[in-house]
């Protein structure tokens, strides 16, 4: 997109911010990005779970907000994100140099502290507090949906605002690829190094994209070593561990590993119900804490799904003009494929019951002091879903396992908690106990 037509989409959005009012606004129509006008009508891009109903529903305030930011009538066509389109009706590329402007809703404020993300968030805000002088590189692994490029863009909004003067930088490993491949068509290399290395800051997301791309992981690692040279500041976010990423050269991988190699973790239940409860506020939304705590449940996956489920709620809720209560999230998630129950209804006596069943251990086994492997990590798995589908404290927990304490649950959790990051047997073990126990 051009940055004059930039400047229009973002003057269509404060139109309809007053047309709509902030809450639907923050809801339904906040989430579009526009992909670009192509020719008499304007492309944008939503989730799934919200572009149809704002193409049906507010497809005229679109329409009216646009025609009254250019002047002239345009159709507007809402898609789903990832929806291949036709080549001959393409639409604005990515920009040219290879950056992407933070988005300035993902702040530090906005972001939902947890234990499973507490040393990654301060982590990110120490190295935006204090550029280079507190972990250089940081590198940010976890899961796609639990906060890394929210903490990206949290980094470049703080660094802007309070970095005084300091150049910052935020591109995907997939725009830095495309933006050197760029380059080297047009002969432009040294524009392109000149981007990249003269800058204070620079942030990249989703580094496993440079995978088996041999000349961008080389320029890569050339870049990295002109900016630590040049004493600037560098984040970098992956779904994997710097030694996973197996297709990327060994000199590169050290590389990220220099510095502070940190996790986000999926958030456990309280985390999952605090960010549920942000959102609302956010969005001014009147819903319940009860049929939050179902949500929180009953989407265990990631922040994208748990924000999504909540979109799914509301939509009933305003489809069929009832209250955002317990029941009615039941029913919508129960929809979408969610299985779930009113928060407090899983006991630990049900967690321990099925977890016996599923690792064909015996309820003395699961409690016992045994350090065998099968009976240990069963019993780890029982813990952490204890915590995380019940409303118990830890201490009570620990009690209900045969009189431990507190900190054995919490090392069960984190545990857990990491094995689920790296390990797709183990995750595929919470995933099939969660459902069980929640259906």
Avoid at 79 to 95: F, I, K, L, N, T
Avoid at 176 to 190: I, K, P, Q, V, Y
Avoid at 238 to 248: F, K, M, V
Wanted: hydrophobic share 45%.
């Amino acid at each position: 997109m051009s940055g004059s037509f930039d400047e229009s989409w973002q003057e269509i959005q404060l139109a309809l911010r007053d047309t709509v009012g902030e809450p639907t606004y923050g809801l339904w129509l906040a989430p579009l990005r526009c992909v670009g006008l192509d020719g008499d009508t304007l492309v944008l891009e939503g989730p799934h779970e919200v572009s149809a109903w704002a193409s049906s529903r507010y497809g005229d305030a679109l329409r009216a907000a646009t025609a009254a930011v250019l002047g002239r009538d345009v159709a507007v066509a809402v898609e789903p994100q990832g929806r291949p389109r036709d080549r001959a009706h393409s639409v604005a590329p990515p920009p040219a140099d290879g950056a992407s402007d933070p988005n300035p809703k993902y702040t530090f404020e906005q972001f939902v502290i947890g234990e499973s993300n507490r040393l990654a968030h301060a982590a990110a805000l120490a190295v935006a507090e204090l550029p280079t002088q507190a972990y250089n590189p940081l590198f940010i692994y976890g899961p796609p949906g639990l906060g890394k490029t929210h903490l990206l863009h949290a980094i470049a909004n703080y660094v802007r605002s309070f970095g005084g003067g300091l150049t910052v930088r935020y591109a995907t490993a997939e725009d830095f690829t495309n933006a050197f491949l760029a380059a080297l068509a047009s002969r432009s290399t040294e524009s392109f190094k000149a981007r990249f290395r003269r800058v204070d800051v620079l942030l990249i997301d989703d580094v496993q994209f440079l995978e088996r791309k041999a000349r961008s992981e080389e320029e890569m690692f050339h870049t990295f070593n002109a900016l630590y040279d040049a004493g600037s500041q560098l984040v970098v976010t992956s779904d994997r561990l710097p030694t996973d990423l197996a297709g990327i050269e060994e000199r590169l991988r050290e590389r990220f590993a220099a510095g502070l190699v940190t996790d986000i973790a999926r958030p456990d239940r309280g985390t999952r119900l605090a960010i549920l409860r942000k959102r609302a506020a956010f969005d001014r939304i009147d819903v319940s804490d009860t049929a939050l705590g179902v949500i929180a449940e009953g989407v265990t996956t990631n922040v994208r799904a748990l924000e999504g489920a909540l979109i799914r709620v509301v939509a009933l809720a305003s489809l069929e003009a009832r209250t955002l209560d317990a029941e009615l999230a039941v029913q919508a998630l129960a929809r979408a494929g969610y299985a779930a129950k009113p928060l407090g209804s899983v006991t630990i006596a049900a967690v321990q019951e099925a977890t016996c069943d599923y690792f064909h251990v015996t309820a003395d086994a699961l409690l016992s002091r045994s350090r065998g492997a099968r009976i240990s990590w069963a019993r780890h798995v029982a813990m952490y879903l204890s915590r995380e589908l019940t409303d118990h404290s830890l201490p009570h927990i620990a009690r209900d396992f045969d009189g431990r304490d507190h900190t054995t649950v919490l090392h069960a959790c984190r545990r857990v908690a990491s094995e689920m990051t790296g390990n797709a047997t183990a995750l595929a073990d919470i995933e099939a106990l969660t459902t069980r126990l929640l259906a």
